[in-house]
C-alpha cells in the first residue's frame, strides 16, 4: 500500500515539542534539587562557590534554551545536548559536593530516565555509559588505598540502579511507542482495504496542499469508483465483493509513488492525492491505473473476476486555487466519466455543470486557511 509516513514533518514537531518541554521539567527538577541540598546543607567555601556557579549556568542554559526562542525547530541532536550538559551539570555537583559519596549521587538517573524516554537505545547505552566512567573516576580519587573486592562491590552497587534504570525506561520507552504507532494505524487506516480513511486522508490533504501553495507545486487530485460491485455482490455474496476491494487496491498501489497516498473513501470509492503532478501527469496516472485493472482479475472460490473503474481528476492550479474547489471539481469528472459509460478517465472540463449534481463529498472539505 502507498501511505506516507506515519509521522509527517508537522506531527513530528508537536512531538519533539512535548519531549523539549518534558527534559526542561527535569532540568528545573535537577535545579531545585541542587538548591534544596544548597539550602540544607549549606557547602561552604570553594564548593559552595562552584556548587553555586554551576547552577547559575544551568539555570542560563535552561531559559536561553526554553525561553529565548533563537531557533525555528526542535530536533533530537539538541534534546540530546541537553541531556549531556545535564550530566555535566550533575557531575560538576557531585564532585564538589563529596564525590562518590555525595548525597545527590542519585541524580545522575534524571538525564538517564530523560535520555531514555525520548532518545532510543543507543544514546542511552552512550550517556549510561559516560555516568559511569564518572563514578569510576570519583572513586579513584577519593580511594587511593582500597580493597579490590569491597571497591568493586560498592561500585557495582552504585553503578546497578543506573544500569537497571536506563534498561527499563527504554523498554518502556518502546512499548509505549509501540502502542501508539498501533493506535495511530487503527484510527487512521480503513479496516478492509489497508489505506487511510477519509479522516486521515483530509487531514494529509490539507498539509500537502498548504505545501503546494508555499512553493507553487502542482498537485492533483483523481476519484476512483468501481463499476460493477453491486452486481457482484449480488451475484457472487460480499465476500467476492472485499475481495474486489481489495484487488483494486492492489492494482492501485502499483502504480504510484511512495509520495502518493491513496484512501478508502467509502463503499467503493477511493481517492488519490498526487503531490508535484500536473494535469497530464494525473491522467497519465490515472490511465496506467484504469487500464491495470481492466486487465486484471481477482479469484474467489475458484472464479476468476474482474472490474472496471471509472476515474475523474482536478489539479491545483489549473482547475482552481482552493482545495475544495479541486475535490469538487474531480467528483464532477467521476461523475462524467460514468455517465459517459464507465471504465473511463475524465479530466475536470469547464462544462461539468450538469443539472443533476454529483454526491457532496463533505469529509474531503478542507479550509486551505487552516
Known amino acids: 500500500m502507498r501511505r506516507v509516513d506515519a509521522f509527517t514533518p508537522t506531527a513530528e514537531q508537536d512531538e519533539l515539542r512535548g519531549f523539549a518541554r518534558t527534559i526542561a521539567e527535569i532540568e528545573w527538577l535537577l535545579l531545585v534539587l541542587v538548591l534544596v541540598y544548597l539550602v540544607a546543607v549549606g557547602p561552604e567555601g570553594e564548593s559552595g562557590i562552584a556548587i553555586y556557579m554551576a547552577l547559575f549556568f544551568m539555570g542560563a542554559f535552561v531559559l536561553a534554551l526554553h525561553y529565548v526562542h533563537f531557533y525555528k525547530n526542535e530536533t533530537l541532536t539538541k534534546l540530546g545536548v541537553e541531556t ?12 564538589y559536593s563529596g564525590q562518590i559519596n555525595s548525597p545527590l549521587l542519585n541524580l545522575y538517573l534524571l538525564p538517564i530516565i530523560a535520555s531514555a524516554l525520548i532518545l532510543g537505545k543507543v544514546v542511552t547505552a552512550v550517556e549510561t555509559l559516560i555516568v559511569i566512567v564518572c563514578y569510576l573516576l570519583m572513586a579513584h580519587d577519593s580511594n587511593n588505598r582500597f580493597d579490590m573486592l569491597a571497591y568493586w562491590g560498592k561500585m557495582l552497587a552504585l553503578v546497578a540502579p543506573v544500569v537497571l534504570v536506563a534498561y527499563f525506561t527504554t523498554m ?17 487506516t480503513d479496516e478492509l482495504t489497508g489505506v487511510y480513511n477519509m479522516r486521515a486522508f483530509s487531514a494529509i490533504l490539507r498539509r500537502t496542499f498548504q505545501q503546494s501553495v508555499r512553493h507553487n507545486h502542482p498537485l492533483s487530485v483523481v476519484m476512483i469508483d468501481s463499476d460493477n460491485l453491486k452486481a457482484i455482490n449480488d451475484t457472487h455474496g460480499h465476500e467476492a465483493g472485499n475481495r474486489l476491494l481489495q484487488h483494486l487496491i492492489r492494482e492501485v498501489s502499483e502504480e504510484l509513488r511512495r509520495s502518493d497516498t491513496v484512501a478508502r473513501y467509502g463503499g467503493d470509492e477511493f481517492t488519490i492525492l498526487l503531490p508535484e503532478t500536473d494535469r497530464r501527469g494525473a491522467y497519465e496516472t490515472a490511465e496506467r491505473i484504469r487500464k491495470s485493472v481492466e486487465t486484471s482479475q481477482f479469484d474467489v472460490r475458484g472464479m476468476h473476476l474482474s472490474t472496471t473503474i471509472s476515474v475523474g481528476l482536478a489539479s491545483y492550479p489549473e482547475d482552481g486555487g482552493n482545495i475544495d474547489v479541486i475535490v469538487d471539481k474531480a467528483d464532477r469528472a467521476l461523475y462524467r466519466a460514468k455517465q459517459r459509460g464507465r471504465n473511463r478517465t475524465e479530466r475536470y472540463e469547464i462544462d461539468d455543470h450538469s443539472d443533476q449534481e454529483p454526491p457532496s463529498r463533505p469529509d474531503l472539505k478542507c479550509d486551505a486557511s487552516s
Request: glycine content about 0%.
Open 172 to 188: 518502556l520507552r518502546a512499548d509505549i511507542r509501540y502502542a501508539v504507532a498501533r493506535i495511530k494505524r487503527i484510527s487512521d
Open 84 to 95: 549531556l550538559f545535564m550530566i555535566v551539570f550533575t557531575t560538576w555537583v557531585i564532585w
